[in-house]
């Protein structure tokens, strides 16, 4: 082994001998010092990978060392942050408001689509990062800690001061107050999860509600969405249903495909290949029409004016940015 000392580096050689009891195993044998001193003992207690203690001592206490790997405790995890690093308080935060103005949105808003939303792959919401904090997409201001104004820890939580660095943030300060779990904080409570707090200039606090890993669930609509690879296959269960539309115009489509007017459906393979929206074929005896299906949050291409965060239908001949009206919305 080698360790550091006042009178610089120093090498040393052992063998362990190990007696094990139910707590640990534990070796205690002679080492020798790369000077060829031969009075140190060296005693290991292994308790397990993260959790070792070795004792160097050769009776004199002045000359005894300790080295120990353990765990650091979960709030010995949190104090990075006074090193600048706000990792264990990284999130994003929204409202109830605000989720359903997304949901509303058929998971777009933003010109984002629903993977992106589903993966987290969009910077819409305010955010605590490693390195700072983004206030979300109505501002688009970006804060950052100072390294010559490190946060600091009062009363076990920590207080951040944050500087704008880029014209969304409009050269303003912040404050963030960020709460262990357990720490009783700003507001006298004390709670099993990390909290943050914004501080406002005139002291009041302002509590930021962490969104949760799949939020986007909760919001989703209870419809079933059209399975297109099914219905290009020819399953039409997606389908099965009675559909309306704004004209006031029914549609019920069956489990064979056939309609309540006497109109059959036909499967088209790779539909959403050889056109802009996905579609099945409609046969009214002699003539005949394409029965679009739009996914929930698949938008028309050519323009859309309905409600993306529902499966829809709309039935045509030609291509086109239809009235929100035309649009069949399942009952």
Same mark, same amino acid.
């Given at each position: 082994?080698?360790?550091?000392?006042?009178?610089?580096?120093?090498?040393?050689?052992?063998?362990?001998?190990?007696?094990?009891?139910?707590?640990?195993?534990?070796?205690?044998?002679?080492?020798?010092?790369?000077?060829?001193?031969?009075?140190?003992?060296?005693?290991?207690?292994?308790?397990?990978?993260?959790?070792?203690?070795?004792?160097?001592?050769?009776?004199?206490?002045?000359?005894?060392?300790?080295?120990?790997?353990?765990?650091?405790?979960?709030?010995?995890?949190?104090?990075?942050?006074?090193?600048?690093?706000?990792?264990?308080?990284?999130?994003?935060?929204?409202?109830?408001?605000?989720?359903?103005?997304?949901?509303?949105?058929?998971?777009?808003?933003? *010109?984002?689509?629903? /993977? =992106?939303?589903?993966?987290?792959?969009?910077?819409?919401?305010?955010? !605590?990062? $490693?390195?700072? @904090?983004?206030?979300?997409?109505?501002?688009?201001?970006?804060?950052?800690?100072?390294?010559?104004?490190?946060?600091?820890?009062?009363?076990?939580?920590?207080?951040?001061?944050?500087?704008?660095?880029?014209?969304?943030?409009?050269?303003?300060?912040?404050?963030?107050?960020?709460?262990?779990?357990?720490?009783?904080?700003?507001?006298?409570?004390?709670?099993?999860?990390?909290?943050?707090?914004?501080?406002?200039?005139?002291?009041?606090?302002?509590?930021?509600?962490?969104?949760?890993?799949?939020?986007?669930?909760?919001?989703?609509?209870?419809?079933?969405?059209?399975?297109?690879?099914?219905?290009?296959?020819?399953?039409?269960?997606?389908?099965?249903?009675?559909?309306?539309?704004?004209?006031?115009?029914?549609?019920?489509?069956?489990?064979? *495909?056939?309609?309540? /007017? =006497?109109?059959?459906?036909?499967?088209?393979?790779?539909?959403?290949? !050889?056109? $802009?929206?996905? @579609?099945?074929?409609?046969?009214?005896?002699?003539?005949?029409?394409?029965?679009?299906?739009?996914?929930?949050?698949?938008?028309?291409?050519?323009?859309?004016?309905?409600?993306?965060?529902?499966?829809?239908?709309?039935?045509?001949?030609?291509?086109?940015?239809?009235?929100?009206?035309?649009?069949?919305?399942?009952?």
């Amino acid at each position: 082994m080698a360790y550091s000392t006042l009178d610089g580096d120093v090498s040393a050689i052992f063998e362990t001998k190990w007696e094990k009891s139910d707590e640990m195993s534990k070796s205690e044998t002679p080492m020798t010092k790369s000077d060829g001193y031969l009075g140190f003992t060296i005693i290991v207690e292994y308790k397990s990978k993260t959790d070792i203690k070795i004792t160097m001592t050769d009776g004199n206490p002045s000359h005894q060392m300790v080295f120990t790997k353990k765990e650091p405790s979960e709030l010995e995890n949190y104090d990075l942050v006074l090193q600048g690093d706000l990792t264990p308080f990284e999130g994003h935060f929204s409202t109830d408001a605000f989720n359903r103005i997304v949901a509303d949105s058929g998971f777009t808003y933003g *010109g984002y689509t629903p /993977d =992106d939303y589903f993966n987290d792959r969009t910077t819409v919401f305010p955010t !605590i990062k $490693k390195d700072g @904090y983004w206030n979300g997409i109505l501002s688009h201001g970006n804060f950052a800690i100072s390294p010559s104004n490190l946060p600091t820890k009062k009363d076990g939580y920590y207080v951040v001061h944050l500087y704008g660095t880029n014209t969304g943030a409009n050269n303003a300060e912040m404050t963030l107050l960020l709460v262990p779990p357990k720490i009783k904080g700003p507001d006298g409570i004390v709670s099993q999860e990390r909290r943050a707090f914004m501080e406002g200039v005139d002291g009041s606090l302002n509590l930021l509600e962490y969104l949760e890993k799949d939020w986007w669930k909760a919001y989703q609509t209870q419809e079933k969405d059209l399975d297109i690879e099914a219905i290009n296959n020819g399953d039409f269960s997606s389908l099965v249903g009675t559909w309306k539309n704004g004209k006031g115009n029914t549609l019920v489509i069956y489990e064979d *495909g056939s309609l309540n /007017d =006497d109109a059959q459906l036909y499967a088209v393979q790779n539909s959403g290949e !050889i056109s $802009k929206v996905p @579609y099945a074929s409609i046969s009214y005896g002699y003539t005949g029409a394409a029965l679009g299906l739009y996914k929930i949050g698949f938008k028309n291409p050519d323009g859309d004016q309905s409600d993306t965060s529902r499966p829809r239908l709309i039935i045509s001949q030609q291509g086109g940015n239809y009235s929100a009206d035309s649009y069949y919305y399942s009952e």
